[in-house]
């Protein structure tokens, strides 16, 4: 049985999937601002979202008011070039007037435990978030929330080892903080997830199902069938 307030919606096309994405981030984002005067968004690294920052970073936005956060981070330099950090500052941030002490990267770079507690410390006097963005692996693993690994929610931000991704050593935003948001999005996109889709929507227990915040998910999917 499909998860109760779950959505999955196909689109036809892998630009339709962009485009829409970012009409929905748009549309939170003015809602947000509007209503309480700024935007909170936990950003997925990967290709898919690689290109919605891109799309976004030419619209005509009052930036001003955005707050930027990640769902996950790589142990790596900063300026390595699998940095989830680095990516959304090469195709958005650098073009766009967000201030920079809105922009939270996760310090990723101290370390697994050092770095998981000085994100935590950033998110302590966060409020719920506008909107979180979410991919879905093969294995149906979202952020580094990965298979067979124990959920850790012990703090706001917490150490991922042993990564069945390389690299082995990460960090991740806890279950139980992703899902103080007012929206998420999964984007899903390639035949190999189709199997992980079909565990989902059949109540299967994956990494991803951890994430239920009461509004609910919206997972936007191309070339993975919803029959």
């Known amino acids: 049985m499909q998860p109760k307030n779950t959505h999955f919606k196909h689109c036809s096309s892998i630009e339709a999937l962009r485009h829409e994405v970012c009409d929905a981030i748009v549309k939170s984002a003015n809602e947000a601002i509007a209503q309480r005067g700024q935007f909170s968004i936990v950003l997925a690294g990967g290709n898919t979202p690689r290109a919605i920052y891109r799309l ?16 996950d981070e790589r142990c790596l330099p900063r300026e390595h070039e699998d940095r989830n950090s680095l ?6 941030l650098h073009y766009v007037g967000i201030p920079a002490n809105q922009i939270h990267d996760i310090p990723a770079e101290l370390g697994p435990i050092a770095g998981a507690k000085a994100y935590a410390e950033t998110l302590a006097g966060v409020p719920t978030f506008d909107m979180v963005l979410l991919g879905l692996g093969e294995d149906g693993h979202t952020a580094s929330l990965f298979p067979n690994h124990t959920v850790d929610n012990s703090a706001d931000a917490v150490p991922v080892f042993n990564s069945p991704k390389p690299p082995p050593e990460r960090i991740s935003i806890s279950q139980n903080r992703l899902n103080d948001t007012r929206e998420v999005i999964f984007l899903v996109t390639g035949v190999g997830k189709q199997q992980a889709v079909d565990q989902w929507r059949s109540g299967v227990a994956i990494p991803a199902t951890l994430i239920l915040p009461k509004n609910g998910v919206d997972v936007y999917c191309y070339e993975v069938v919803l029959d």
């Open 56 to 71: 976004l970073r030419d619209l005509p936005m009052d930036w001003t008011n955005w707050h930027i956060y990640h769902g």
């Open 87 to 92: 990516m959304v500052e090469q195709v958005w």
